[in-house]
């Protein structure tokens, strides 16, 4: 039997029905932006494999824009016989041919099975409908009736707290972990940039740790960084060195950090100045 469509202009198409569809992302807000310090994506190897394995009118192939799930980069999704499945960080020539290598298998069986286990560490849950793979709980907790929803984004100036001026305490950052700078004035290149650097300021101002002790602990966290590009993130790194300096005091527990990062991604919490 065809499975026969007719187009608005009265032509009869007859369009295959495919086994599942694969979308990779490519052209997202960080997926494949090397100019940012992300992975570039294998966009010629995804289609290359494509086409060598003849998949087409089987698993139909979609390299565009982005699919989502912004915090992570270089994401990929299978649709696949009512099935779902995401991946993080696809970046090597290895992962796209475990990916193929898995769904040809999926193709032969015309039946679903778990990713390999080459691509099970990169595997996420980005659907209500489809449980975690390891398959923990999951309390959707935005979706719940009467959660607050995201607001618009508020830029507050980053003052830090207490009149502290930030020429004077970032006056001695020289070299790596200098602030980035135009013509004197410090630069921010998003509102987040700018709160946390006044919150930095802030609780120093409050005592609860020395100057050079955040200063330290921003060194450790650029001579970290893999690679150049990931040192150029500047306020990625402060926030880092910012994050393990208040474990560190006990400020703050790693299990709060993470819940509040969430509440705030997920429009749980408001923004507050």
């Known amino acids: 039997m065809r499975n026969i469509v007719r187009r608005p202009d009265g032509r009869r198409v007859h369009v295959a029905r495919a086994l599942g569809q694969l979308f990779v992302c490519a052209d997202g807000c960080c997926c494949g932006l090397v100019q940012d310090g992300y992975a570039p994506v294998p966009r010629e190897l995804y289609h290359a494999e494509w086409e060598r394995r003849g998949l087409r009118n089987r698993v139909h192939l ?3 824009g982005c699919l989502g799930p912004c915090a992570l980069a270089n994401v990929v999704m299978l649709l696949f016989e009512g099935r779902q499945a995401w991946f993080h960080s696809m970046s090597s020539d290895g992962q796209v041919l475990a990916l193929y290598d898995w769904i040809e298998d999926l193709v032969r069986a015309q039946a679903w099975s778990p990713p390999p286990r080459a691509l099970a560490a990169y595997q996420f849950t980005a659907s209500t409908w489809e449980a975690r793979p390891d398959g923990k709980p999951v309390d959707d907790l935005h979706l719940r009736p009467g959660a607050p929803q995201p607001k618009a984004c508020r830029v507050p100036p980053p003052a830090p707290a207490c009149g502290v001026e930030p020429s004077r ?6 070299g790596a972990i200098a602030v980035p700078r135009k ?3 410090l630069v921010f290149e ?4 700018g709160r946390v650097f006044g919150m930095a300021v802030a609780l120093y101002d409050r005592r609860l740790y020395g100057w050079e ?3 330290r602990s921003l060194i450790d966290e650029i001579a970290k960084a893999e690679n150049e590009a990931e ?3 500047y306020y990625e790194r402060w926030l880092a060195s910012f994050e393990r300096l208040l474990v560190d005091k006990g400020v703050v527990e ?3 950090l993470d819940d509040r990062t969430e509440a705030f991604e997920f429009g749980e919490r408001d923004e507050v100045y």
């Open 62 to 64: 979609t390299i565009g």
């Open 169 to 174: 305490l970032v006056s001695n950052m020289e």
């Open 183 to 185: 013509n004197g004035e």
């Open 190 to 193: 998003a509102p987040w940039e």
């Open 213 to 215: 002790e955040f200063q």
């Open 231 to 233: 040192a150029a993130r």
């Open 254 to 256: 790693p299990d709060e």
